[in-house]
């Protein structure tokens, strides 16, 4: 397995990575069959990479079924956070046992066939601001400005994926980057520095068109961004080097403390390590 050339320091956090495990079904609203990707084989990125901290995401493909999440959670032990997918009529003692578990966040997922509507956002938030959680937020980044009234007003923090997930990449001056960034500097939002290529049309190795706007926010708020893997890339094939993606950090941040924080303090804050 690759090795990075940036060296990861102590307490460095992968903040979304996605566990798949055979035992468990699928969701009826699955959209691809999953690859293998159980907690051993990450333990081995884990390695590689330097990384002592992680935040397991609910994938779409469970749906509501938190199960294997929760699973791989327990297997990471105390340097594991977790973000699930709730029904609207989970009990607050559901959540409430979810929290004993370790899960800071829900996740909304607006893409593919969502389980979770527009409708529900505020309502939710309100729900689980007591707990100090999140709300882990996918969508089409060039809806941004149309959303920005809704994401603002949220009871709670707000974590937006994979640079703002732009699926057809904009410039730096467009209107829905410069919302995003407004969002995000209003103190209770927070962006993913990830899976550029899911994005990106400029492609490997430097994927410059969504590396521009990683670099816009680093530089514009870099105690509000995190940076993940996304193991083991859904539905690319072949998969990117995982020593590539942290080595991105080199690009998107000029300086070692830069990249400090977002490696370790900005994720201990957010999931409270």
């Not at 699926?167 to 407004?182: H, I, K, N, Q, Y």
């Not at 492609?203 to 193991?231: E, F, M, Q």
Request: glycine share 6%; proline share 8%; with cysteine.
């Amino acid at each position: 397995m690759e090795t990075p050339t940036l060296q990861a320091p102590a307490g460095s956090c992968d903040c979304h990575i996605h566990v798949y495990d055979d035992r468990y079904a699928l969701a009826p609203t699955a959209t691809f069959k999953p690859p293998a990707a159980p907690v051993a084989a990450y333990r081995e990125v884990q390695a590689a990479l330097g990384l002592e901290r992680v935040v397991v995401v609910q994938p779409s493909a469970y749906g509501f079924d938190n199960r294997c999440t929760l699973d791989a959670m327990a297997g990471f032990g105390a340097a594991a956070r977790g973000v699930a997918v709730v029904p609207t009529d989970v009990s607050d003692e559901q959540l409430e046992r979810l929290h004993d578990q370790g899960v800071r966040g829900i996740r909304y997922l607006m893409l593919m066939k969502p389980v979770m509507g527009w409708d529900s956002l505020e309502t939710m938030a309100a729900r689980i601001a007591p707990l100090g959680w999140h709300i882990d937020l996918q969508f089409d980044g060039r809806e941004f400005a149309q959303r920005e009234a809704l994401l603002s007003r949220l009871p709670c923090d707000l974590v937006i994926d994979h640079n703002g997930k732009f699926l057809e990449p904009v410039g730096v001056d467009d209107p829905a980057f410069r919302s995003l960034l407004r969002l995000v500097g209003s103190g209770d939002v927070w962006v993913k520095l990830s899976a550029p290529y899911e994005t990106s049309k400029a492609g490997a190795p430097g994927y410059d068109d969504v590396s521009a706007l990683a670099r816009a926010l680093v530089k514009a708020h870099p105690a509000r961004c995190l940076w993940a893997s996304n193991w083991p890339h859904p539905n690319q094939d072949p998969a990117p080097s995982n020593a590539a993606m942290l080595d991105l950090l080199l690009r998107w941040a000029d300086d070692q403390a830069t990249r400090d924080s977002i490696l370790v303090s900005n994720p201990a804050l957010l999931y409270g390590f």
